[in-house]
C-alpha cells in the first residue's frame, strides 16, 4: 500500500533539506517497511516508503517518465493498469518496469487531470511537473487511501498520515476546536476538516494542482456517486448483473505478486468475498477472524463454519479487554482522536493476519452498498410515518415535545421516544443526522466549557450529514446511503481500516468498494436493497445458496467490543484520571463536572453513556499525548491483546478448517 510525503516551498530559490524529507518518510515507515525513495529538486522534495505487493524488482519510487519530467510518489493500487498500459504504449509511451505506478505518469502525459475518471482502484499520489513547476495530488474515489495537506505562506507539506506532516520543523500545530466538535458528535472528523486547525484532508474522488506561491490551493472533485437514476429489471436480472460485478471486482482485487489472505468476520460481506475469491483462486485461501470471549460480540463460530465450507486455512484470534488498557498504539496510529471502538479488534485482526500475508481482502463497503444496517429499516418506518402526519403538527407541538421530553438512553432504541420525536418533527436529512450522530447538540452543549461555545457557535457537525443526504434523496433509503457512502464511508470505516492495516505494514482491498460495483448498485430499486424490513436483501438471494446454511438469513452482528462493560472494569480507573480529573488536558475543552455525572449515571446504570465515554476518553488520551511536548509517539506493548504467545495470535486448532 506504500505511505507518501512531500515539500513545496514557496520560494523557489529555498532548497529541501535531505534531512527533512528522511524524517517524514521516517516516521511513517510502518505503511511502507520494504524500502524507501527520495526526489529532490530545488524547492521540491517526494519521499516515498514502499510495500512491495507488485512487480517487487522494478516497483521502487519516485518514478519517472522518460525524460524524468514527471515523477511520482504513490500509495496504493491500479487495479486496471494492464489495460491502461496496453492503452498507452499504443499511443507511444514507453514504460520501463511493469508497476502500476509508472502508469500514472504517462496517464498524466496523455490526459492530464482527467486521468483520475479512468483509474480503478484506491490511491493517493502526488506527481511533480518540473516543466510547468506544479504538484498533482489526487485521491481515489471513495477515500479509501488518505492524504493530508498542510499549507501556508512559506510551504505546502503533505502526507498520508498527519506524523508526515509534522515531522517537517515548522508547523503550526494550533487544535481546532470546530473538529472537537465534529469529533464529539461522530466519533471521528469528517470531511476536510483535521484536528489541527492549519491542516486539510484532501477529499475523495478529488484533486489538487498546486503551484509554488502564497495562494491557496483548492480542491477539484472529479467523481460522485450518483442515485438520481433507476435501472429496471427483474430480480434475476439484478443478481446476475450484481454477481457479474462483485466477481469482476474480486477478480481485480486479486491482482499482486504475493500471496493474499482475507478477514472472515463470519458475516454476509466477508463471507461473499471468500466465497467469490475461493472460486476465482487454485490455493486455499488464507483466512483470519477476531471474536471475543463475551459470545454476544463474538462471530468466531460463524467464521469457521464459512473457512470449512470453502476449504481455507484459517487463523483466529480473541480480543480481550487488557487491549484497551494501553491506548498508545491507537492514539499513534491513529494521528487524530478517533473513536471508533471496532478500531481495536481491527489493529488485533491486522497484526495478526500481517504475520502471514502482505494483502487481505476484507467485505467493507458492503453495508453502505446493499443496506445492511438496521438503523435503514428504522427510519424507513419514521419516514412512512412522517408522512402520515401534517407539517403543522410536526413543526409545532411535536418540536416543542422533544425539547422537554425526557432522554431513556439506556432503552432500546425503539423505545427511546426522545429521539423518534425528534426524527419525526425533523425533515429526512436532518432527522437522519440525528439518527446517526453519537452525541446529540444539547449534551455537546452541557459538555463543552463556557470559553469554547463563542468559538463553535455557528458550526453545526450534523449540517455534513444532511448535505450528504440531499445528494442521494431520490428516495430516504438513497439520502441514507447516500450520507453513510460520502461521510461514514471514508472518514469513519475506510479511516479505521487504513490505520489499522498500515500500522502494521499490511494492505486491506475491499472489493465492495469499486466505484463500477457503486455506481451499479446505487442504479438498483431501493426495495431490492430493503424488502420486508430485511437489509440486503439482492445479496441475500445470490450468496444463499452459496454460503453455509442459514448464514445469510441470521441478525447482523457489528465488529463491536463490549464497551460498556470495560468502561465498568479495565478502563475504570483510566477515564478517572484522563477524563476527570480537573487537572487533565482534556479540562481545557470539557466540563469535567457534567463528564463525571455521565460516568456515574454509566457505572449505576441510570444511562448507556459508553460510547461517549470511550470518546472521552481517546480524546484525553490523545490531549495527554499532544501535551507532553511532542506528536503522539507508538506504545510498547502489543495493541491486539490477543492470547496465546505474548505478542502473538493464538492459531485455531485445525490450521487448515
Known amino acids: 500500500m506504500c505511505g507518501i510525503a512531500g515539500v ?31 526526489f529532490r529538486a530545488g524547492n521540491v522534495g517526494l519521499v516515498h516508503r514502499r510495500l512491495a505487493v507488485i512487480d517487487l524488482a522494478g516497483g521502487r ?22 489495460e491502461l498500459r496496453t492503452e498507452l504504449q499504443s499511443r507511444g509511451h514507453a514504460f520501463r518496469t511493469n508497476s502500476d505506478t509508472e502508469v500514472l505518469v504517462h496517464a498524466f502525459e496523455e490526459y492530464g487531470p482527467a486521468m483520475c475518471r479512468r483509474l480503478r482502484g484506491m490511491f493517493a499520489f502526488a506527481l511533480w511537473s518540473s516543466r510547468s513547476r506544479q504538484l498533482f495530488l489526487a485521491r481515489d474515489h471513495l477515500g479509501q487511501r488518505p492524504l493530508y495537506v498542510y499549507h501556508d505562506d512559506e510551504k505546502l507539506l503533505f502526507g498520508s498520515e498527519l506524523k508526515a506532516i509534522l515531522a517537517h520543523p515548522n508547523v503550526d500545530e494550533r487544535i481546532s476546536t470546530t473538529a472537537i466538535e465534529d469529533y464529539l458528535a461522530f466519533g471521528f472528523i469528517p470531511g476536510d476538516n483535521c484536528i489541527l486547525s492549519r491542516v486539510q484532508k484532501l477529499r475523495p474522488a478529488h484533486w489538487m494542482l498546486v503551484s509554488a506561491g502564497p495562494a491557496t490551493p483548492r480542491a477539484q472533485r472529479f467523481w460522485q456517486l450518483s442515485f438520481d437514476s433507476v435501472q429496471s429489471g427483474s430480480v434475476n436480472e439484478w443478481k446476475e448483473r450484481v454477481d457479474h460485478e462483485i466477481r469482476e471486482s474480486v477478480r481485480a482485487h486479486l491482482v ?58 484459517h487463523t483466529e484470534a480473541f480480543v480481550t479487554a487488557e487491549a484497551v488498557r494501553d491506548l498508545d498504539d491507537l492514539v499513534f496510529l491513529y494521528d487524530e482522536p478517533f473513536a471508533d471502538a471496532s478500531a481495536i479488534p481491527t489493529m488485533a485482526v491486522s497484526r495478526m493476519a ?39 403538527l410536526r413543526h409545532t407541538l411535536l418540536r416543542r415535545m422533544a425539547d422537554v421530553w425526557p432522554k431513556a438512553d439506556w432503552l432500546p432504541r425503539p423505545l427511546r421516544l426522545r429521539t423518534l420525536i425528534q426524527n419525526l418533527s425533523s425533515e429526512p436529512a436532518e432527522a437522519y443526522a440525528n439518527t446517526v450522530a453519537l452525541c446529540r447538540p444539547s449534551t455537546r452543549h452541557r459538555l463543552f466549557t463556557p470559553d469554547l461555545h463563542g468559538e463553535r457557535s455557528t458550526h453545526v457537525p450534523e449540517r455534513s450529514i444532511s448535505v450528504a443526504f440531499k445528494a442521494g434523496d431520490r428516495d430516504v433509503l438513497s439520502g441514507m446511503l447516500s450520507a453513510d457512502t460520502h461521510v461514514l464511508l471514508p472518514d469513519d470505516f475506510l479511516t479505521k481500516v487504513d490505520r489499522a492495516s498500515m500500522g502494521f505494514g499490511l494492505e486491506v482491498r475491499p472489493p465492495m468498494i469499486d466505484w463500477q460495483l457503486m455506481e451499479l448498485v446505487a442504479s438498483m430499486p431501493s426495495d431490492l436493497k430493503i424488502r420486508h424490513g430485511s437489509g440486503k436483501w439482492i445479496l441475500k438471494q445470490l450468496f444463499e445458496s452459496r454460503l453455509p446454511k442459514g448464514l445469510v438469513h441470521r441478525r447482523k452482528q457489528g465488529f463491536e467490543i463490549p464497551i460498556d462493560a470495560w468502561l465498568c472494569g479495565t478502563l475504570r480507573e483510566q477515564v478517572q484520571t484522563v477524563v476527570l480529573d480537573s487537572s487533565s488536558p482534556i479540562a481545557e475543552f470539557i466540563d469535567v463536572a457534567f463528564a463525571r455525572r455521565l460516568f456515574t449515571a454509566h457505572l449505576k446504570g441510570r444511562g448507556r453513556h459508553g460510547q461517549l465515554l470511550w470518546s472521552l476518553l481517546v480524546l484525553g488520551r490523545w490531549l495527554n499525548s499532544w501535551g507532553s511536548g511532542s506528536p503522539p509517539s507508538r506504545g510498547t506493548s502489543a495493541p491486539s491483546g490477543t492470547h496465546g504467545h505474548p505478542g502473538q495470535p493464538s492459531e485455531s486448532a485445525a490450521t487448515s478448517l
Open 256 to 313: 499482486a505478486d504475493v500471496p493474499i489472505g482475507a478477514f472472515l468476520s463470519g458475516g454476509l460481506d466477508s463471507s461473499a468475498i471468500v466465497a467469490t475469491a475461493a472460486g476465482l483462486t487454485s490455493a486455499p485461501l488464507r483466512t483470519f477472524s477476531i471474536g471475543f470471549h463475551e459470545k454476544q460480540f463474538s462471530e468466531l463460530p460463524h467464521a469457521a463454519s464459512v473457512a470449512r465450507h470453502f476449504g481455507c486455512q
Open 354 to 392: 500481517a504475520g502471514h500475508v502482505k494483502v487481505v481482502l476484507s467485505g467493507d463497503g458492503g453495508d453502505e452498498l446493499f443496506a445492511g444496517y438496521e438503523r435503514y429499516s428504522h427510519d424507513l418506518n419514521e419516514a412512512r410515518l412522517r408522512e402520515l402526519l401534517p407539517a403543522w
Open 8 to 38: 513545496l516551498y514557496s520560494d523557489p530559490q529555498r532548497s529541501v533539506d535531505p534531512s527533512v524529507l528522511q524524517r517524514m518518510g521516517g516516521s511513517i515507515a510502518h505503511r511502507g517497511p520494504d524500502g524507501e525513495g527520495f
Open 61 to 82: 519510487q519516485p518514478i519517472g517518465n522518460e525524460d524524468g519530467s514527471l515523477q511520482v510518489v504513490f500509495s496504493g493500487e491500479i487495479f486496471n493498469y494492464r
